[in-house]
């Protein structure tokens, strides 16, 4: 009988992680559990759909319980882990029917993901007062966008990505929305001022409401929320959507296995934790960030797939190490794209690392294109460090679909390339696409005059 593997989380991480093991290890029996009674559901693509961009959620999965079961796991949804015993190596579980029992492994992956982080605030209960993250909470913003005519203004508590999208779907809803962060401007952890601002200007022209460097203090209403209350306004509001960050789901790890300081699982670079029989993968674990060479804590889909497919290989016997990740991610809002990757020169400094950039806006295209369709400007900066050079970060803005540039700084970083060599690196021209000279090259040039 081959290896007994238990995965809990059957999301991207979960799902990774089992199919790498039964894809390599024929003899292997995986076991996965999921307190939820959905999975594979792609957030992504919540906003989309709250926004009417797409008319329905049944696209967002790329996988069932079916199709785990064809590949040979065994799958146990809405039933909860409650309790790991790592000596026995033995976990205990609870379904939705209440019934109890436990299971011994050989190897155990936990899989747990992250919640939103709501703050114990006075009025957080409240109904309306809602999350981000799971089907079941896109669901529930689908079905009230069409059957409750009471909302018409949606407050939005966090600037990040998620919910910078979030405010543009409920204003592509047609609602009133409010925009609120503790921080000065929007996106500040993915992209410098300069950025940020282009995207805010963006964001306010289309009606969004923004309040920077305000902290929420309370919710307030008797039978639902009816305002938000900062340290420097109160706002009137029918929902509000709580979009301050995620926190990783490690509770079963507590008092066994070795915490980084948010509480995610400390994992090697192939996804070992201090347990030698216990893997840990996607939101609930650390990554190795590439652009600070240290251990930090990046929750996207990406890493979870990835760190999942780790994670398989190794269990069926492969010896395959992260590359490392460099947090790369995009967004593109009112039809502005963003995209970005390792670090920025504010994130940099806040790391203790002393950095430098190059800016650069230029056409995507030579002028004289500008007969055959649209060309737009692109703004490009490159984040490199002053002691060795090293590209530890890159940001591009622009109307037009830039964002596979991206890619290449991502692996720059990774490989840790200097900034002289992307000035000199082979990127090709043809008008149709890009200049004679590229703004990536042009950029990099500067750091060398
Ligand atoms: C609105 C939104 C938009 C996003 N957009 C992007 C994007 O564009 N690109 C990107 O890369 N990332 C994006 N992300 C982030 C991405 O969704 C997460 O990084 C990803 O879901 C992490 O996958 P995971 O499998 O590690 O964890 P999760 O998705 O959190 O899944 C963990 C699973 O574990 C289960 N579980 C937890 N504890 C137990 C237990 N004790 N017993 C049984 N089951 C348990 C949960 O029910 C859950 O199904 C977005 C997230 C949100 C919320």
Redesign the pocket.
């Known amino acids: 009988m081959g290896q007994k593997v238990i995965v809990?989380?059957?999301?991207?991480?979960?799902?990774s992680a089992t199919t790498h093991v039964l894809d390599l290890d024929k003899d292997a029996q995986v076991h996965v559990?999921?307190?939820?009674k959905?999975?594979s559901?792609?957030?992504?693509g919540?906003?989309l759909w709250i926004g009417n961009q797409i008319s329905t959620g049944d696209g967002l999965f790329y996988s069932s319980r079916e199709q785990l079961e064809a590949a040979g796991a065994k799958v146990s949804t809405e039933?909860?882990?409650?309790g790991i015993d790592y000596e026995k190596k033995t976990v205990t579980?609870k379904t939705k029917d209440g019934e109890e029992g436990s299971e011994s492994y050989d190897k155990l992956v936990l899989?747990?993901?992250?919640?939103?982080i709501i703050p114990r605030l006075p009025g957080i209960d409240l109904p309306y007062v809602q999350r981000?993250?799971?089907y079941e909470d896109a669901q529930k913003a689908v079905e009230q966008l069409k059957h409750d005519d009471s909302v018409k203004t949606v407050t939005v508590v966090g600037a990040g990505?998620?919910g910078a999208?979030?405010a543009e779907a409920y204003q592509r809803a047609g609602k009133k929305v409010i925009l609120i962060d503790a921080l000065d401007r929007i996106l500040g952890t993915h992209f410098d001022r300069d950025f940020s601002e282009v995207m805010a200007d963006r964001m306010r022209s289309k009606g969004i409401e923004i309040h920077l460097g305000e902290l929420v203090q309370r919710f307030e209403g008797e039978d639902r929320v009816r305002s938000v209350v900062t340290n420097k306004g109160t706002y009137d509001t029918d929902l509000v959507i709580m979009c301050i960050g995620?926190r990783p789901?490690t509770s079963?790890a507590r008092g066994h296995l070795q915490l980084f300081r948010n509480g995610a699982i400390l994992v090697d670079k192939h996804q070992r934790t201090s347990d030698p029989d216990v893997y840990a993968?996607?939101?609930?674990a650390t990554t190795f960030d590439n652009s600070i060479q240290a251990t930090s804590y990046i929750?996207?889909?990406?890493?979870?797939v990835r760190s999942?497919m780790i994670a398989g290989m190794n269990i069926a016997g492969r010896d395959i190490e992260s590359c490392g990740v460099e947090g790369s991610?995009g967004?593109c809002l009112f039809d502005l794209k963003m995209v970005c990757t390792g670090q920025t020169v504010e994130t940099a400094a806040q790391s203790g690392i002393q950095a430098e950039q190059v800016d650069l806006t230029d056409t995507q295209k030579p002028a004289f294109m500008n007969e055959v369709g649209e060309n737009p400007e692109v703004k490009i900066r490159i984040v490199y460090r002053r002691d060795n050079h090293e590209v530890i970060g890159a940001q591009l803005m622009s109307e037009y679909d830039m964002s596979a540039t991206i890619h290449m700084f991502s692996l720059a970083i990774q490989e840790r390339v200097t900034i002289e060599r992307i000035a000199l690196s082979d990127i090709f021209f043809m008008p149709h696409f890009n200049q004679p000279h590229s703004y990536i090259n042009e950029a990099a040039l500067q750091a060398l005059h």
């Open positions: 809990i989380g059957a999301n991207h991480a979960g799902i559990f999921d307190a939820d959905y999975m559901f792609l957030a992504c919540m906003a039933t909860e882990i409650t579980y899989a747990t993901g992250s919640s939103p981000a993250k799971q990505y998620i999208e979030l995620f789901n079963l993968v996607g939101d609930c929750a996207l889909a990406t890493n979870a999942g991610s967004l």
